[in-house]
């Protein structure tokens, strides 16, 4: 095999590294480079391109190799694919990242990389990368590191110093699938690398608070990711596990990824269209649990035979379930309340409580403060408006549901 | 008719001062013509009146706190009308102090539209402007970028760039101005056209290939990206040539991945698994409380163990003579993966002290193995364990007991009272008596530490740890006669 030149490495590393769904740039610190050095973070992240598969490009996403001992079934770069292989060298990781961030073209680093001969020599690779972006080059831009769950506690700790952001994949909602899709996997010293990156997570939080010079560890928390559709899990069982990783790990994010045919594919794991409606589904039924103030119990009761509603939301589907709740006074209501209302976002929840300080809402300003009222207006009262007997009405659920009911097939029926 | 020539499009300092000179001087909006530099000049118009002077110590006109910020970005927007608006919303706030609350009137409901237009457009810009490497005259080189925003952002973003790109010397064109920034002062220049600008960079076959390479055919969602990455930013974005193709052949990828049989693993693969595999390949369990410990790692007895981070084993030397058994790990527990090292761990040690009882005299461990919690938000929330629980853990308490052969065992509260007796009862009604454990022989039971955490009263607790203390004392009289 002849040596590769980098734009070759270039294609294959990235490829390699699209199937992780991460790309956020937000949290953690602020800091610029006005002291010195280059680049910023405002805390907000920014998406510097997106996609034609609708998904942004804010970090440069790569695997420093996709060579790998592990034979994970779901996976690219596991050691049974024979797709092209590729190694950087850290030096030209560095190298690209820096020529584009200079160009404005990324908010920074999303290092990720296939186990090579261990656990540890493949996490010190990554850490040597983000060290000599922060030391040698004064990089102040966003870096995320994924944490191999096997390392040396020592390394886990200096790659925090360095990165915003540490992520460890539980992979699959199941523990069970661990087993049998990724065998060199183990569910258990996964679930501890997350509980050990909590309590540094923690004790770093804690000690910035006495002294405002500690040293910090990766600011921006850490993220997971979990695959849906390569097993049997239910959605039930994936918001489940999502709120048991959420409270138990402190996690700023959990990222569903929609299983999606890869080149290379194992005879045991056939390929299928990857489930985007289920994907998106339970992206709005994570944003419940932690944004609107619903319980697993609710989002979990609210589904059928254990599945989210493909064809309308999770929270309409909630209400459409627990009519008796409604209609409620927008002028009246409390705050975790009209959260409840769909159609009503934290932003217009927050208009509306504003306003009717001020004013009494009439149906026209709801109106004004929400993107559709179509699916507001059975579940509210106003000044001038009231639902009547619409919301007992059997035929408010298909009213409110698409005409085109998104089908998706499931890879087990 | 009154003029006001403003510096700029989006000279925001230009129009405060003005305002509030009108305003003192009672000029109603539809008196007020607005120019700035870009725009028409209404050449028919009335000729201007200068504007007033604001009398010597007037105050001028107050606005809440928010105001300003709001203004600063409405200003750049492209409409016109945007300065009147303002000028409107200035005098009405003189009158309804609280009318930004009203998000729903008119002018507030179009400001803050402009303004979300205004944010949006800037934020665009921090993502969309492409810098290319020029060569400059010392030799040190330059970027440069072109870009066209929809609204007169350049100044309200030119400071994200100086402080991100602090250290490089760059210029922003754009038709409507030009920032510079030599690595000490940021300036404005008059705009120029598309053909000052670099036509290309070196590094832009390399974005491109990682633009092409990042995306994935099976998850084709145009619309999103479109929605994201409007198609007029296109027409600047190096990446955007790709973009035709690489949908209309997306399909076909996903189809021909979706249809291919699936591969023949490479020659070396099974030899690399099972090295993998062999290093890999746990320890010989070992024997005693290691062995135990390391046998309970895997436990799921019930099914606490899905929800909980790993077992947390019991704690302590084999030549420990007071077995302790507490309810179940808690949270830090949980993670830490040791009993007893959170608040009540804390509390029991430091009572364990006060009674005279070393450390290495005392095992310790819990009736439940696994944290039982509701998730709730982004905490957990303790949840006792039940019978059937403590029924399936007992397994292991069993085996520790037997292993230890301890001089005494002390329940700590009524979780462990269960476990060691199999039966039931209320600590308050047998604290400090000895009960008999089929398993464990004689069972001391107190109370467990965390209820001296949740007592609110300094008092309480004070008063609470010392009967705790007192009975750990009683426990080391019963086992040592001393």
């Known amino acids: ?413 | 008719m009154i003029r006001v020539d403003l510096a700029h499009a989006a000279d925001f300092d230009g129009w405060r001062e003005a305002a509030r000179r009108l305003a003192i001087a009672g000029v109603a909006p539809a008196d007020v013509i607005w120019q700035t530099p870009d725009g028409a000049q209404d050449l028919f118009a009335a000729p201007a009146q200068a504007l007033p002077e604001a009398p010597e110590g007037e105050k001028g006109p107050r606005v809440p706190r928010e105001f300003p910020d709001l203004a600063r970005y409405v200003i750049c927007h492209a409409d016109p009308a945007r300065f009147s608006l303002l000028y409107r919303l200035l005098l009405r706030l003189q009158d309804q102090p609280r009318l930004l609350d009203h998000a729903t009137d008119d002018d507030v409901h179009l400001a803050n539209a402009m303004a979300k237009a205004v944010s949006r457009e800037r934020h665009k810009m921090t993502a969309f402007v492409r810098f290319r490497e020029v060569a400059s005259e010392d030799g040190e080189g330059a970027f440069v970028a072109w870009f066209e925003p929809e609204h007169h952002v350049v100044r309200l973003t030119a400071p994200f760039f100086r402080d991100r790109f602090a250290n490089m010397r760059w210029s922003i064109l754009t038709p409507d101005v030009c920032a510079h920034w030599d690595r000490k002062t940021l300036r404005f220049t008059e705009g120029v056209s598309r053909d000052q600008a670099p036509g290309a960079d070196r590094l832009e076959d390399y974005w491109r290939t990682y633009y092409a390479s990042i995306f994935n055919p099976a998850r084709l969602k145009v619309a999103t990206m479109k929605r994201e990455m409007p198609v007029p930013y296109w027409k600047n974005l190096p990446e955007s040539s790709l973009i035709p193709a690489l949908i209309e052949r997306a399909e076909g990828r996903a189809t021909a991945m979706v249809d291919a049989a699936p591969t023949k693993a490479p020659k070396r693969s099974p030899k690399i698994v099972a090295r993998t595999e062999a290093a890999r390949t746990p320890k010989e369990a070992g024997v005693g409380l290691d062995g135990l410990r390391r046998e309970a790692e895997g436990c799921k007895r019930c099914p606490l163990w899905a929800n909980a981070t790993q077992t947390v084993f019991g704690e302590g030397g084999a030549e420990a003579e007071l077995l302790f058994v507490g309810e179940q790990p808690g949270d830090k527990e949980d993670l830490v993966g040791r009993p007893f090292v959170g608040p009540a761990g804390q509390m029991f040690d430091r009572a364990l002290a006060e009674a005279g009882i070393a450390r290495e005299r005392a095992y310790v461990t819990n009736a439940v193995k696994h944290f039982k919690n509701e998730p709730r938000g982004k905490r957990r929330l303790h949840k006792s364990p039940n019978i059937s629980e403590i029924n399936a853990c007992r397994w292991w308490l069993e085996k520790e007991t037997a292993l230890l052969k301890p001089r005494l065992a002390i329940a700590l509260g009524a979780s462990a009272v269960r476990s060691l007796t199999g039966e039931t009862h209320a600590v308050t009604k047998v604290r400090g008596q000895v009960l008999s454990s089929p398993f464990a022989g004689d069972v001391f039971v107190t109370i467990h530490p965390s209820f001296i955490l949740r007592l609110r009263e300094t008092e309480d607790r004070e008063r609470e740890f010392a009967a705790f203390v007192a009975d750990l004392t009683q426990a080391r009289q019963i086992a040592y006669g001393r």
């Not at chain 1, 040698?136 to 994924?146: A, E, Q, R, S, V």
């Not at chain 1, 927050?350 to 699916?375: C, F, G, P, Q, W």
């Open chain 1, 1 to 413: 095999m002849g040596q590769l030149d980098s734009m070759s490495k270039l294609a294959i590393l990235a490829d390699a590294a699209k199937y992780d769904a991460s790309c956020a740039s937000s949290g953690g610190d602020k800091r610029n480079a006005r002291a010195g050095g280059m680049g910023s973070t405002t805390g907000m992240g920014i998406c510097h391109s997106y996609a034609p598969d609708g998904r942004c490009i804010s970090l440069l996403k790569l695997l420093l190799t996709n060579h790998c001992i592990y034979d994970c079934l779901y996976c690219v770069n596991r050691v049974s694919s024979d797709v092209r292989r590729a190694r950087f060298t850290p030096e030209e990781v560095v190298d690209l990242t820096l020529n584009f961030y200079k160009r404005n073209y990324i908010e920074g680093l999303f290092l990720s990389s296939g186990i090579i001969r261990s656990p540890d020599y493949t996490m010190e690779q990554l850490v040597r990368v983000a060290q000599l972006l922060r030391e040698t080059h004064g990089f102040k831009g966003y870096i995320h590191l994924k944490t191999i769950p096997d390392a040396d506690p020592a390394l886990i700790e200096k790659a925090g110093l360095y990165a915003d952001r540490l992520s460890i994949n539980v992979e699959l909602p199941r523990e069970e699938s661990l087993t049998v899709l990724a065998p060199q996997k183990d569910a258990r010293s996964i679930r501890k690398a997350m509980g050990g990156l909590r309590l540094r997570l923690d004790e770093a939080k804690e000690e910035r608070g006495k002294a405002k010079h500690a040293p910090r560890f990766a600011p921006a928390g850490q993220s997971t990711q979990m695959i849906v559709g390569a097993d049997g899990a239910a959605d039930s069982e994936i918001v489940r596990t999502s709120a048991t990783l959420y409270s138990g790990y402190d996690l700023r994010r959990v990222y569903y990824s929609a299983f999606s045919p890869i080149p290379s594919s194992a005879a045991a794991l056939p390929l299928l269209k990857p489930p985007l409606m289920r994907e998106h589904r339970l992206y709005q039924a994570d944003w419940l649990y932690r944004f609107y103030g619903f319980s697993v119990d609710e989002i979990v009761g609210s589904m059928k035979d254990g599945m989210l509603d493909l064809s309308v939301d999770p929270k309409l589907s909630w209400a459409l379930s627990n009519r008796d709740g409604f209609p409620i006074d927008v002028n009246r209501a409390a705050r975790e309340t009209l959260l409840r209302v769909p159609g009503l976002g934290v932003k217009s929840v927050e208009k509306i409580i504003r306003m009717r300080r001020v004013a009494s809402l009439r149906l026209a300003d709801v109106a004004r403060l929400t993107r559709s009222l179509k699916n507001v207006r059975p579940f509210i009262t106003t000044q001038d408006w009231t639902p009547g007997a619409s919301i007992d009405a059997v035929s408010l659920a298909a009213r409110l549901t698409p005409v085109m009911a998104p089908q998706q097939l499931s890879l087990f029926g």
